[in-house]
C-alpha cells in the first residue's frame, strides 16, 4: 500500500514564503505531484518531480529526495488567491496510478 | 490547451434514476481518468482507460459503469446509486498511460447529489 502525509493546516502572511511538506511510503515509485485545489473546484497541477532535485516554475518551487521519501512545495510571494488546499500525490507501478496524500489547507492572511 | 470539460456541472437523481456523466478532452491524451472526491477529502481513483481500454477498476461497484466510446470522451453510467453517493465526479486525462509519472489535468467535476 501507500502512505502519504502531509499537515493539515498552515497559515502565512501575504507577501512571505511557505514551504508545506510530504512524506510517502511506497513501492515503485514513479513520480511526485503537486496540486492546488480551492474549495469547490478541480485541482489544478503546480509541478512533478520525478528525479531528486528541485524543479522551479515562477512562484513555485518543488523539492523531492527520493531516498527520503520526502517532498515539499515552496510558494514564494504570497497572495491572497494562493489560499486554498495543496495536493501531494504519487504515481507508483503500472497504469499511472494517482494516490493522493489528504491535503494541506493553506490560509494567506494579511 | 490542457481543458477537459465535463458535463453536467450539477446532478440531482434519486436512487431509482439512470443518467450518465461525460467527460471530454482534445488534447490527443490517450489515458482517461474517473475519481470521486467527498468534502474535505482528497480524489480518489475510480476508473482508468488506456488507450480507450479499461486499464484500473479500483473495486468500484457494479452501479457505476464506465464507457470509453473514443479516445477524447469518457461517460460514466449511474444506476441505482445510494445517498452516500453523493459527492463531486472528477474526470481527467493524460497524454501516454504508459509513462510512469504522466501529468493529470482535471475537469471541472460534477457535483452529484442521490436523493
Known amino acids: 500500500g501507500q502512505n502519504i502525509d502531509q499537515p493539515t493546516e498552515m497559515t502565512a502572511t501575504e507577501g512571505a514564503i511557505v514551504q508545506i511538506n510530504c512524506t510517502y511510503q511506497?513501492?515503485?515509485?514513479?513520480?511526485l505531484f503537486w496540486y492546488q485545489q480551492h474549495a469547490g473546484e478541480a485541482p489544478t497541477f503546480l509541478s512533478y518531480?520525478?528525479?531528486?532535485g528541485l524543479e522551479e516554475k515562477g512562484r513555485f518551487s518543488s523539492f523531492l529526495s527520493r531516498s527520503k521519501g520526502y517532498s515539499y512545495l515552496l510558494l514564494k510571494e504570497l497572495q491572497m488567491k494562493d489560499s486554498a488546499s495543496y495536493l501531494c500525490?504519487?504515481?507508483?507501478?503500472?497504469?499511472?496510478?494517482?494516490?493522493f496524500g489528504t491535503g494541506t489547507q493553506l490560509k494567506v492572511e494579511l | 490547451d490542457t481543458e477537459v470539460t465535463q458535463t453536467p456541472k450539477h446532478l440531482v437523481m434519486g436512487m431509482t434514476n439512470k443518467k450518465s456523466l461525460k467527460c471530454e478532452q482534445h488534447?490527443?491524451?490517450?489515458?482517461m481518468y474517473w475519481y470521486k472526491q467527498k468534502a474535505k477529502k482528497p480524489p480518489e481513483l475510480m476508473f482508468v482507460?488506456?488507450?480507450?481500454?479499461?486499464?484500473i477498476n479500483e473495486s468500484v461497484p457494479s452501479r457505476f459503469s464506465p464507457e470509453c466510446p473514443n479516445s477524447s470522451l469518457l461517460n460514466l453510467h449511474l444506476h441505482a446509486l445510494q445517498p452516500e453517493d453523493s459527492a463531486l465526479y472528477l474526470c481527467?486525462?493524460?497524454?501516454?498511460?504508459?509513462?510512469?509519472?504522466?501529468?493529470?489535468?482535471f475537469g471541472p467535476g460534477t457535483r452529484l447529489t442521490v436523493l
Open positions: 481527467a486525462s493524460s497524454q501516454d498511460p504508459g509513462l510512469g509519472a504522466d501529468t493529470q489535468y
Open positions: 511506497t513501492s515503485g515509485f514513479n513520480g
Open positions: 518531480n520525478v528525479l531528486d
Open positions: 500525490a504519487v504515481t507508483s507501478g503500472g497504469g499511472n496510478k494517482l494516490t
Open positions: 488534447m490527443g491524451h490517450r489515458a
Open positions: 482507460y488506456s488507450y480507450e481500454k479499461l486499464s
